[in-house]
């Protein structure tokens, strides 16, 4: 807990998409649903309270099951005083949307965002603290890479934050990244967690 409390960062778990490919497919409320005996959520919680971050900030569309198992979640992990719920009243947008809506709630004083996504259960607990470690002068964002490929989560500097209040549509941070160029770092790692999400009711098995 002191360590996570030294950083002047945050992190966000962006949960307010409607996993409509997921529910069209019969398998219903995406990160209700069971992955690995828990909520799927419950695997971007783990991660997010295990980054080097204040708070945690859950962007939801309102789904207030969705936010009552994020508050059980952080009560079992002894940081439900660290838990905000922030609802994106544009969710139907996009990820863009969400992005916006996390990164106004920030706190004034926040020098960096850890961006989790929800339906990304398996990423790595100690790749936050990697990440935090490359987010040195002259880098705005940091994120993995696994075998050739860029996976979350990503940790954006606060000079990233201005472009983020400004995404639309559903393309999330994309544009934001590829607008930084070389003050991207990547950090390889060798889990694939950070590329596996879950889209369809099959990839759950």
């Known amino acids: 807990m002191a360590e996570s409390k030294s950083a002047r960062c945050d992190a966000v778990v962006l949960a307010a998409g409607a996993g409509r490919r997921f529910a069209e497919q019969g398998g219903g409320r995406k990160l209700l649903a069971p992955f690995e005996g828990r ?11 295990a980054a080097p971050a204040r708070r945690v900030l859950l962007v939801t569309d309102g ?4 936010a009552r198992i994020a508050a059980d979640h952080a009560e079992g992990s002894d940081r439900r ?8 009243a544009d969710a139907a947008e996009g990820m863009g949307a969400s992005l916006r ?25 100690d790749l936050p603290g990697r990440l935090l470690a ?9 994120a993995p890479r696994f075998e050739g490929r860029r996976g979350h989560p990503v940790l954006f500097g606060k000079t990233c934050f201005p472009a983020l209040r400004a995404l639309s549509g ?14 991207l770092a990547l950090v390889e790692v060798a889990d694939p967690g950070v ?4 889209d369809r009711p099959q990839d759950l098995a």
């Open 39 to 49: 909520p799927l959520i419950s695997g971007a919680l783990d991660a997010a309270f």
């Open 63 to 66: 789904d207030r099951d969705l």
């Open 81 to 88: 005083d660290d838990l905000d719920i922030v609802v994106a």
């Open 101 to 125: 809506t996390a990164v106004a709630a920030l706190p004034a004083d926040c020098e960096g965002v850890f961006v989790f996504l929800g339906d990304m259960p398996r990423a790595p607990p």
């Open 134 to 142: 490359s987010l040195a002068p002259g880098i705005d964002a940091v």
């Open 170 to 183: 559903d393309v999330g941070a994309r544009s934001v990244l590829a607008a930084i160029g070389e003050r």
């Open 195 to 198: 590329l596996f999400d879950v």
